[in-house]
């Protein structure tokens, strides 16, 4: 079964195009990953320091290898001083029809 979520955050004003530089290249490393099916990237059309990340994996074993791979570390690592909280906020989905 796959695994989708989608994850948010809120870059602090002065990082917002760093964050959006980060996420941009974050896609590019998670869409090659072999058990990726999506990883789109977007904000809010009334408040571009909102991100909205929606993500889908072939299933809970790509999943898990996901949040294993470095890539992904690095970038949680590096948006703790660019986002409001320090981090994403990460809601899974379950699929409905």
């Known amino acids: 079964?796959?695994?989708?979520?989608?994850?948010?955050?809120?870059?602090?004003?002065?990082?917002?195009?760093?964050?959006?530089?980060?996420?941009?290249?974050?896609?590019?490393d998670v869409r090659a990953e072999p058990g990726?099916?999506?990883?789109?990237?977007?904000t809010l059309a009334t408040d571009p320091n909102f991100f909205h990340v929606e993500?889908?994996?072939?299933?809970e074993n790509?999943?898990?290898a996901h949040i294993a791979t470095a890539h992904g570390k690095v970038f949680n690592a590096a948006i703790t001083?660019?986002?409001?909280g320090?981090?994403?906020t990460v809601v899974f989905l379950e699929p409905i029809a």
Do not use: C, I, W
Not at 36 to 42: A, I, L, P, Q
Not at 55 to 59: A, F
Not at 81 to 84: G, P, T, W
């Open 36 to 42: 990726n099916v999506r990883f789109e990237v977007y």
């Open 86 to 88: 320090g981090g994403s």
């Open 55 to 59: 993500e889908t994996y072939r299933d």
């Open 81 to 84: 001083d660019l986002v409001e």
């Open 1 to 28: 079964m796959p695994k989708s979520l989608y994850a948010t955050m809120k870059a602090l004003p002065q990082h917002r195009n760093k964050l959006a530089e980060l996420l941009t290249n974050l896609a590019k």
């Open 62 to 64: 790509a999943f898990q």
